[in-house]
C-alpha cells in the first residue's frame, strides 16, 4: 500500500536477548542459559509481538538468544549466525543490508553494546523522542525497539524509531 506517493516501509525491530544466568558450570559465556526471569520476559516480548508480521528472524547463536528467539513463538523462519554473537552496531547493519528487499520486517536479537548502538545509530529526527528515551543510555535485557524505513535494506542507514519496549521487572 503506498502512501502518498512512498513505498510501504521496510520494518525492523532489534530485541536483546532476555535475562542471563551467569556462567555457572564455566561453559563459556556463549553457553549461558536464560533464568527463569529471562524465559518469562520472552515470553511477553512474544505476546507483544503476536499481531506483527516478522519475515524473519536474525539471531545470533549464543545460547541465551537461541532461546529468547524460540520462547518468541513467532511464525517465521530463524537464522542462527555465529556472526552476530556480541557483534558490533557495524557488523549487524553489514548483516542487515545482505537482506532481500522482499522481506518486510526483520527482527535481531542478539547482544549489547552492538544492538543498542545500531538503535541509537539508525534514529533519525523523526524518530519518536519518548520511545528513544526509554533506551537511551540504557538498553537492558528483554528491550526491544522497532523501526522503520523506506527504501531497501541494502541501503539502510537511517530509521526512524517509532517504538520501544523494556521487560517488565
Excluded at 81 to 104: H, K, M, S
Excluded at 111 to 137: E, I, T
Aim: with cysteine; hydrophobic share 40%; net charge positive.
Amino acid at each position: 500500500m503506498a502512501i502518498r506517493g512512498e513505498l510501504k516501509p521496510h520494518r525492523l525491530y532489534l530485541l536483546r536477548h532476555a535475562d542471563a544466568e551467569g556462567d555457572l558450570y564455566g561453559l563459556g559465556d556463549a553457553s549461558r542459559e536464560l533464568s527463569r526471569q529471562g524465559r518469562s520476559q520472552a515470553r511477553d516480548v512474544g505476546v507483544f509481538l503476536a499481531d506483527v508480521t516478522i519475515d524473519l528472524v536474525l539471531c545470533s547463536s549464543a545460547t541465551r538468544t537461541r532461546q529468547t528467539a524460540q520462547l518468541l513463538n513467532l511464525h517465521a523462519p530463524i537464522r542462527h549466525l555465529p556472526r552476530l554473537y556480541n557483534a558490533n552496531a557495524r557488523q549487524i547493519l553489514a548483516e542487515l543490508t545482505g537482506v532481500d528487499d522482499a522481506i518486510r520486517t526483520v527482527l535481531v536479537v542478539g547482544h549489547a553494546p552492538g544492538l543498542p548502538g545500531l538503535a541509537y545509530h539508525l534514529a533519525d529526527g523523526k524518530s519518536d523522542a519518548a520511545a528513544l528515551s526509554r533506551v537511551r543510555p540504557v538498553y537492558p535485557p528483554a528491550t526491544l525497539v522497532g523501526l522503520e524505513f523506506v527504501g531497501g535494506w541494502s541501503g539502510l542507514s537511517e530509521a526512524r524509531l517509532f517504538t520501544s519496549r523494556l521487560a517488565s521487572p
